[in-house]
């Protein structure tokens, strides 16, 4: 089981990015995929989550209206499309699958800096 993310990097304060996350090793359209992140000593917390068609999602309050998540089943990816960043976005952002058991990618940073 993989799950290898990709896309983040520095963006200044009110920028865009968008993460992905390559999954291989499962029944992808399965599992319920999710973003993650945590910012140094914070605890990790839920930030988006996509049901396994994909046709519901969930998104912690702190992020509502800019960012989004989206799944294409084809190609076993989930992205997050991440606009109007804010300095408080500043985290290693992490892709979750769940099913009966979780499996975790291995992060990557964003930095929202000026």
């Known amino acids: 089981v993989q799950l290898v993310e990709s896309g983040g990097g520095l963006v200044q304060p009110g920028g865009s990015l968008r993460l992905s996350c390559a999954a291989s090793?499962?029944?992808?359209?399965?599992?319920?995929m999710s973003w993650y992140r945590q910012a140094p000593g914070k605890e990790r917390e839920l930030v988006a989550t996509s049901t396994s068609a994909g046709g519901s999602t969930n998104y912690a309050d702190s992020v509502k209206g800019r960012f989004t998540i989206s799944r294409d089943n084809a190609k076993n990816t989930v992205y997050l499309q991440m606009n109007s960043l804010k300095p408080e976005d500043t985290a290693v952002y992490y892709c979750?699958?769940?099913?009966?058991?979780?499996?975790w990618g291995q992060g990557t940073q964003v930095t929202v800096s000026s």
């Open positions: 979750n699958a769940l099913r009966w058991i979780g499996y």
């Open positions: 090793g499962f029944t992808f359209s399965s599992y319920v």
